[in-house]
């Protein structure tokens, strides 16, 4: 919901985000080839933020979440909440053999190993390699 639309390269496969944690602020989070097209179409020059309400405002997260993500899983009759994705995202990618540290990037988890942390270094197309193998 924080992703504003001049963060996101859609040429280049990846936005800027995150907002939590050291290691998750304004990080590089690669765009699947597979969704590329649904957020090329989401994208309005109109409004500041890539995900907005009806208004093109940005979408706050209670409104997402009670409008919008719960409605779903009750459709859906499942029963999760929008951080279970993130379990779900690493155990893919884990299952598809995807650098570990690729993934920590990509979430934002900070490296806890001073050869990771410090001297390691993932490019985007390091990132995009690792996320299209899902």
Do not use: W
Not at 93 to 112: E, T, Y
């Amino acid at each position: 919901m924080e992703v504003k639309n001049e963060s996101v390269q859609l040429d280049e496969r990846y936005f800027r985000g995150g907002f939590k944690t050291e290691a998750g602020t304004n990080r590089v989070i690669p765009i699947h080839k597979k969704i590329h097209k649904l957020i090329e179409n989401r994208m309005d020059p109109n409004n500041e933020y890539l995900i907005t309400n009806f208004e093109g405002s940005k979408l706050s997260y209670y409104v997402y979440y009670h409008e919008k993500f719960k409605k779903i899983m009750q459709q859906l009759e499942l029963n999760h909440r929008p951080h279970d994705c993130r379990h779900t995202f690493a155990t893919l990618m884990d299952n598809a053999d995807a650098n570990k540290l690729s993934i920590k990037r990509i979430m934002g988890h900070a490296a806890k190993d001073i050869t990771d942390k410090v001297y390691t270094h993932k490019d985007i197309k390091q990132l995009l390699m690792a996320i299209d193998r899902l």
